[in-house]
């Protein structure tokens, strides 16, 4: 049973940054690592993946030229690096890996619990 554990979330000034990371541990990442966000208002979201293993990378246009996602196998780790923060990028925070259909559907097999970011204006 893989478990997953995000950290690195918190409150920011816009246009600032902040490195969310999320640690894998009882097993490893599969196929995809792929970061998810949501707030009471929409639904959850993918913002970003990596192939485990191609190292791929897919980013949501909201997205795409200010945040980049990294991994780290040796660590079992996978990263998100937010830059030029904005106030609509307030949301909690998940990864997920295992997609059981496409990488953009919330329908993984494991997820985190997900990490607070909230960016002042």
């Known amino acids: 049973q893989v478990q997953l554990v995000e950290s690195g979330g918190g409150l920011v000034q816009a246009v600032g940054s902040l490195r969310l990371s999320c640690a894998a541990s009882g097993g490893t990442f599969s196929t995809f690592a792929s970061w998810f966000r949501q707030t009471p208002e929409k639904e959850r979201e993918l913002i970003a993946a990596?192939?485990?293993?191609?190292?791929?990378?897919w980013y949501s246009d909201s997205v795409k030229g200010r945040f980049t996602i990294s991994k780290n196998n040796a660590r079992n780790t996978v990263y998100l690096q937010m830059n030029s923060l904005k106030p609509e990028d307030t949301a909690v925070y998940y990864c997920?890996?295992?997609?059981?259909?496409?990488?953009?559907?919330?329908?993984?097999?494991?997820w985190g619990q997900g990490t607070q970011v909230t960016v002042s204006s």
């Open positions: 997920a890996t295992e997609p059981r259909t496409g990488i953009t559907v919330p329908a993984y097999t494991y």
């Open positions: 990596i192939g485990w293993n191609l190292a791929n990378t």
